[in-house]
């Protein structure tokens, strides 16, 4: 679902203390050689190198180039934090005989040894006379993220290394220089996503079964800019995984996307928390649906357990049993277990209050 021109005058940001901020569309460069590479947020915004032609820095510390592929959309990925950069810098000069252009191009290269704090600096931060130093306003150098960068004076730089005073004492305004991301086009990519589930658009018969009776709210079908909002104010990312709008976590049980009940999710946990797939007795009857994670064999007319641990493809059939309450009993035992050793390693990569409504997750039958 794309944006229309009114609702594209304002984009969303994140302030100095990573909190939720909205700009005019005109406070914003335009990105004038963008590149496709997986951003690890989706208010990363890579921006060419001054000066270069095949390196690109983003506004979160993380360099790639294609100096070696120059033609292809192929990046290498360089070091992260603090470290040492070489790059290479290219002017292209008419060349000219006797003052006339033979039409001909020059070109000149000159090695340039940087960092990514420089390079961030350069392309994300507005200069100061007197101000070339960078401080890491929380102490992490390794925190290249631009708005944890701060022009200072080599004096001051000094002092602050020493101790001797803190970059808030020194009372410097630091402006940022933002560039168009793709955070309100990512949140109405997901919305599009919900509403045409919502609509049972999906054309997945066993999706459309896990999203049967699942609504979203009136006012975001209303405004479609609320849920934007909402979406961008819960919005993180896990490294490597692609992230979820959950439901069902803060929902208990009423399968209304809402303000209230969604929440953001790494694809993982989503998955693992899913409870979508419906098996029965005999029949696609109501009668007929068995507990969540029970299968029934009718050769031995018999209820057995059946779970897939996180990370594996392995389906583990538990013993039989006699009756449904006990399959279902070891089943909700396993995959009570899988959760919690699940959700543990997910410690320090989600925020506070999921981990800890993760931790009292209960399986359910129906």
């Not at 005109?26 to 095949?54: C, Q, W």
Request: glycine letters at 6%.
């Amino acid at each position: 679902m794309e944006l229309n021109n009114t609702e594209m005058k304002m984009q969303y940001i994140l302030d100095e203390n990573k909190n939720l901020a909205e700009i005019p569309l005109t406070d914003m460069l335009p990105v004038e050689h963008p590149i496709k590479y997986k951003l690890v947020s989706a208010f990363e915004v890579f921006v060419r190198v001054p000066g270069t032609e095949n390196y690109w820095i983003s506004n979160y510390g993380r360099g790639v180039n294609n100096h070696r592929n120059p033609n292809k959309n192929k990046f290498y990925e360089h070091k992260q934090g603090q470290c040492h950069y070489t790059v290479y810098e290219i002017e292209r000069i008419e060349e000219k005989v006797r003052g006339k252009k033979t039409g001909k191009t020059i070109i000149e290269t000159w090695k340039r040894e940087t960092s990514p704090e420089e390079l961030v600096a350069r392309s994300f931060l507005k200069p100061y006379k007197f101000r070339h130093k960078i401080w890491h306003k929380n102490g992490d150098f390794d925190d290249n993220w631009y708005k944890n960068l701060l022009y200072v004076s080599d004096k001051d730089f000094r002092n602050l290394k020493a101790s001797k005073i803190t970059w808030q004492e020194l009372g410097y305004e630091q402006e940022y220089i933002e560039y168009v991301n793709n955070a309100k086009n990512q949140a109405m990519t997901a919305y599009g996503s919900i509403s045409s589930r919502c609509k049972g658009e999906n054309n997945s018969e066993s999706a459309h079964k896990c999203y049967d009776d699942v609504e979203m709210c009136q006012e975001w079908k209303d405004d479609p800019q609320l849920f934007v909002k909402r979406y961008l104010e819960l919005y993180y990312e896990v490294p490597g995984e692609s992230m979820a709008v959950d439901k069902d976590l803060f929902g208990n049980g009423i399968k209304v996307y809402s303000p209230e009940t969604i929440c953001i999710l790494p694809q993982g946990l989503n998955t693992l928390l899913a409870n979508s797939k419906k098996h029965y007795k005999d029949g696609e009857t109501p009668d007929n649906v068995l507990p969540l994670g029970v299968r029934y064999n009718g050769k031995v007319n018999k209820y057995y357990g059946q779970i897939t641990y996180f990370g594996t493809e392995d389906i583990i059939d538990l013993p039989y049993r006699d009756t449904i309450a006990e399959a279902f009993a070891d089943y909700k035992k396993f995959k009570e277990c899988d959760i919690a050793i699940t959700v543990s390693k997910y410690r320090d990569k989600i925020p506070e209050y999921i981990y800890e409504k993760l931790l009292t997750v209960r399986v359910e039958p129906y």
